[in-house]
């Protein structure tokens, strides 16, 4: 029901930003002017003592590796973080994807410097492998992502839906929101997505994933 709300209202402004939609199958919204540049900056500034080279899923189980289709620095804000712009910022996202921020993974900053990329990959975890399961156990599935662009590349970087012929060029404050399963819970193959190749300069961004439940 959340999401069917939710549906009928990407058409026009809510709040301070306006919700565009880009498609419905996967559902893919942008959102200009999401964040301010002050916040931007402030999230660039906060994370950069923590980052470290970005891992992906052990579908296996264990700890989680480094592989070479990801090749971002990134980190975790740490969930007792005591910053007030944070704070404000995951109330935001709760109003726009209306999942409370108790549903919210911790807010993570992922930095691509030039040649950096995501290859096209699910946010959502499969349910066939232990490594998939053990996530699945903390808050269930990843229902939306929603990616927030704190600076962008001078050339390259974009976000790109390759089932959807989608592709979005990062723009600081802007918001990209999609949603990795059906309105019935089921995962969406046409969420397939990745970061294309910084070209020039460097790309930052702040990455919020949703759980159905309460993640923990």
């Known amino acids: 029901m959340r999401v069917l709300l939710f549906i009928s209202m990407i058409c026009c402004s809510y709040a ?3 919700i565009k939609t880009l498609s419905t199958h996967p559902r893919v919204y942008v959102i200009p002017n999401f964040l301010s ?6 999230l660039i500034e906060l994370s950069t003592p923590m980052l470290e080279r970005s891992t992906v899923l052990n579908e296996q189980g264990g ?7 990801r090749s971002s620095y990134g980190a975790f804000f740490p969930t007792d973080l005591q910053d007030r712009t944070v704070r404000k910022i995951e109330r ?5 994807t209306h999942y409370p921020v108790e549903n919210g993974e911790s807010i993570q900053i992922l930095r ?4 950096g990329e995501y290859q096209p990959h699910f946010d959502y975890f499969p349910r066939s492998t232990l490594g998939g399961a053990s996530a ?5 599935q990843r229902v939306a992502t929603v990616i927030m662009y704190l600076k962008a590349p001078s050339a390259g970087g974009e976000t ?7 592709s979005i060029v990062p723009k600081k404050g802007t918001a990209l929101l999609f949603y990795n399963c059906l309105e019935n819970g089921q995962e969406d193959p046409l969420s397939l997505h990745g970061g294309a190749p910084v070209k020039g300069g460097e790309k930052w961004i702040a990455t919020k994933w949703i759980r159905e439940g309460v993640f923990y």
Do not use: Q, T
């Open 37 to 42: 540049e002050k916040e931007c900056d402030h």
């Open 136 to 140: 699945l156990s903390r808050g269930g």
């Open 63 to 69: 700890i989680d590796s480094i592989d070479e289709r």
């Open 160 to 166: 790109i839906f390759p089932r959807a012929n989608l």
């Open 112 to 115: 691509y410097k030039k040649g």
């Open 16 to 18: 301070d930003y306006e």
């Open 92 to 96: 935001r996202i709760a109003d726009l």
